[in-house]
């Protein structure tokens, strides 16, 4: 409904009354709690306790997660045992509640898994959230059931996305530890996965990390993603200058090109210093321009320097772009 979408504080304040109505009391709960109104959390155990419509009611629990909800959590656990104990596979609701308690990712949540285990380990949701928690407990029970998984590439399936990486309103990859959680399992991850871990571990500066355990593996990934090693960014740049089909423009190609790797790779002086090396190897007027363009939007006065060590035809034929970044 439209008035969902816009609501002010006064509205939202309103819309506790529409309770007693029978046909908008769940829609005006639903926008309440997405825009984190906590004082609808009673509302929200109530629905969480009619069990038949209970899965529904777990996702909006987002929008205030778990604080007043830990004896809701403890009753579908307590449901769940027996719903696993009578032969069930899973729960409706266990990718919700296992991303949930990925989002809280405190005491609470990491005890809960523990407290479970016992019927919890067969699911790849909540071995995931293990994993997410990444306290030294929780790694060793992931790492219990995952060993004897038939298909540990069926067990992390969608990790990233569970992760919440990339989705809106949820904190995703935010430090080391969960990275070191996953380094066994790399192998086994697809190529979504693996950028995504790539990306989250430039995002939070773990660069050694990332050259280390991911970067192997980007060889057989074809996503413009770049590992450190001299052979993949050489392989990278001959790549840009034979892109001209998505960036004809010389300027445009070098900078979408410098403006990712230094993200992804390392500083400027150093990336400079490495194309430098690769215009060298190539010892072509191409790749000279490339440098010279690199240079010229991201490099300072005293970088020109770095043209001294091109072949003498290459600057010939190059001069005038020269004459025009000094």
Same mark, same amino acid.
């Given at each position: 409904?439209?008035?969902?979408?816009?609501?002010?504080?006064?509205?939202?304040?309103?819309?506790?009354?529409?309770?007693?109505?029978?046909?908008?009391?769940?829609?005006?709960?639903?926008?309440?709690?997405?825009?984190?109104?906590?004082?609808?959390?009673?509302?929200?155990?109530?629905?969480?306790?009619?069990?038949?419509?209970?899965?529904?009611?777990?996702?909006?629990?987002?929008?205030?997660?778990?604080?007043?909800?830990?004896?809701?959590?403890?009753?579908?656990?307590?449901?769940?045992?027996?719903?696993?104990?009578?032969?069930?596979?899973?729960?409706?609701?266990?990718? $919700?509640?296992?991303? !949930?308690?990925?989002?809280?990712?405190?005491?609470?949540?990491?005890?809960?898994?523990?407290?479970?285990?016992?019927?919890?380990?067969?699911? &790849?949701?909540?071995?995931?959230?293990?994993?997410?928690?990444?306290?030294?407990?929780?790694? @060793?029970?992931?790492?219990?059931?995952?060993?004897?998984?038939?298909?540990? &590439?069926?067990?992390?399936?969608?990790?990233?996305?569970?992760?919440?990486?990339?989705?809106?309103?949820?904190?995703?990859?935010?430090?080391?530890?969960?990275?070191?959680?996953?380094?066994?399992?790399?192998?086994?991850?697809?190529?979504?996965?693996? @950028?995504?871990?790539?990306?989250?571990?430039?995002?939070?500066?773990?660069?050694?990390?990332?050259?280390?355990?991911?970067?192997?593996?980007?060889?057989?990934?074809?996503?413009?993603?770049?590992?450190?090693?001299?052979?993949?960014?050489?392989?990278?740049?001959?790549?840009?200058?034979?892109?001209?089909?998505?960036?004809?423009?010389?300027?445009?190609?070098?900078?979408?090109?410098?403006?990712?790797?230094?993200?992804? !790779? @390392?500083?400027?002086?150093?990336?400079?210093?490495? $194309?430098?090396?690769?215009?060298?190897?190539?010892?072509?007027?191409?790749?000279?321009?490339?440098?010279?363009?690199?240079?010229?939007?991201?490099?300072?006065?005293?970088?020109?320097? !770095?043209?001294?060590?091109?072949?003498?035809?290459?600057?010939?034929?190059?001069?005038?772009?020269?004459?025009? @970044?000094?």
């Amino acid at each position: 409904m439209v008035w969902q979408q816009t609501l002010t504080q006064a509205e939202v304040t309103d819309l506790r009354d529409l309770e007693r109505d029978r046909v908008l009391a769940d829609q005006a709960l639903r926008a309440r709690l997405r825009t984190s109104d906590a004082s609808a959390a009673p509302l929200l155990r109530q629905r969480l306790r009619k069990k038949k419509w209970s899965r529904f009611w777990w996702h909006e629990a987002r929008g205030i997660g778990l604080n007043q909800l830990k004896e809701e959590v403890a009753e579908f656990m307590a449901d769940r045992r027996q719903l696993i104990a009578g032969g069930k596979q899973r729960a409706e609701a266990d990718y $919700i509640l296992a991303e !949930l308690l990925m989002d809280r990712r405190d005491t609470f949540a990491a005890q809960t898994l523990i407290d479970n285990w016992d019927h919890l380990a067969g699911s &790849s949701y909540f071995v995931q959230a293990a994993l997410y928690m990444a306290t030294p407990k929780l790694i @060793c029970l992931a790492q219990e059931a995952i060993e004897k998984s038939d298909s540990i &590439s069926e067990l992390l399936k969608y990790m990233d996305m569970h992760w919440g990486v990339k989705m809106f309103g949820r904190p995703g990859i935010t430090d080391r530890a969960q990275l070191e959680a996953l380094t066994p399992y790399l192998i086994h991850l697809d190529e979504g996965q693996l @950028c995504s871990l790539f990306e989250a571990a430039n995002s939070l500066g773990e660069l050694e990390w990332r050259r280390t355990y991911i970067d192997p593996h980007m060889a057989r990934i074809e996503r413009g993603y770049c590992a450190g090693d001299s052979h993949s960014i050489f392989r990278s740049l001959d790549k840009a200058i034979q892109d001209d089909g998505v960036h004809r423009d010389r300027e445009i190609r070098a900078h979408w090109w410098f403006e990712r790797r230094e993200k992804e !790779l @390392c500083n400027r002086q150093q990336l400079l210093g490495l $194309i430098t090396e690769w215009s060298r190897t190539r010892s072509d007027v191409e790749s000279a321009h490339f440098l010279l363009s690199a240079i010229a939007e991201f490099g300072e006065r005293g970088d020109l320097k !770095l043209l001294q060590t091109l072949n003498s035809d290459i600057l010939a034929a190059v001069e005038d772009r020269i004459s025009n @970044c000094s």
